[in-house]
Antibody, heavy 120, light 111 residues
Framework: QVQLVESGGGVVQPGRSLRLSCAAS????????MYWVRQAPGKGLEWVAV????????YYADSVKGRFTISRDNSKNSLYLQMNSLRPEDTAVYYC?????????????WGQGTLVTVSS | QSALTQPRSVSGSPGQSVTISCTGT?????????VSWYQQHPGKAPKLMIY???RRPSGVPDRFSGSQSGNTASLTISGLQAEDEADYYC???????????FGTGTEVTVL
């Protein structure tokens, strides 16, 4: 079955960078759009970024545009999120997610999440 | 893009029904038939419960149902059970630039 495993979270100072990874298995990774969704402690869910199956199209939430970059390596079945110029408000659990149910506008598979803490 | 509006909490006794509303605008909920609902237990990843307003993924009990009227979508849990106690989030597609907007979240308590 679909499995998504995030890694790379940790504590980082404001203004610094961090790169998250998501290892995918159980489905043909190169066929599907992938997403990052985050959740600040005690808060709701927020869509962060999306990348098309071939990596050619990428879109971002206004809150991270210009600072975060989503990418993928289909040869490694991996999704990435490069986070630069981090701010305290970026502190959150970051989930990778996808929908393997054809062309869809929902998230049917989620990873377990990785916690990013931005603090001095 | 503002978050969709949900009640902070709802509660009910076992066996009762509860309904969670999710109010957006004509740019998101009212503009597309792409509302989904997620259940999240503490410390866990969200789980898809309803997609495309009314559709239920395999494995989700038929006690869960979705509907929509104009800019407001709703999730109804019939025959409430103890394991339904969790946070619930709605989500709507909002076009090819904003993409997705989530609701503020609702805590469901089983009394």
């Amino acid at each position: 079955q679909v499995q998504l495993v995030e890694s790379g979270g940790g504590v980082v100072q404001p203004g610094r960078s961090l790169r998250l990874s998501c290892a995918a298995s159980g489905f043909t990774f190169s066929d599907y759009t992938m997403y990052w969704v985050r959740q600040a402690p005690g808060k709701g869910l927020e869509w962060v970024a999306v990348i098309s199956y071939d990596g050619k199209n990428r879109y971002y939430a206004d809150s991270v545009k210009g600072r975060f970059t989503i990418s993928r390596d289909n040869s490694k079945n991996s999704l990435y999120l490069q986070m630069n110029s981090l701010r305290p408000e970026d502190t959150a659990v970051y989930y990778c997610a996808t929908c393997t149910n054809g062309v869809c506008h929902f998230f049917d598979s989620w990873g377990q999440g990785t916690l990013v803490t931005v603090s001095s | 893009q503002s978050a969709l509006t949900q009640p902070r909490s709802v509660s009910g006794s076992p066996g009762q029904s509860v309904t969670i509303s999710c109010t957006g605008t004509s740019s998101d909920v009212g503009g597309y038939n792409f509302v989904s609902w997620y259940q999240q237990h503490p410390g866990k990843a969200p789980k898809l419960m309803i997609y495309d307003v009314t559709r239920r993924p395999s494995g989700v009990p038929d006690r869960f149902s979705g509907s929509q009227s104009g800019n407001t979508a709703s999730l109804t849990i019939s025959g409430l059970q103890a394991e339904d106690e969790a946070d619930y989030y709605c989500c709507s597609y909002a076009g090819s630039f904003t993409f997705y907007v989530f609701g503020t979240g609702t805590e469901v308590t089983v009394l």
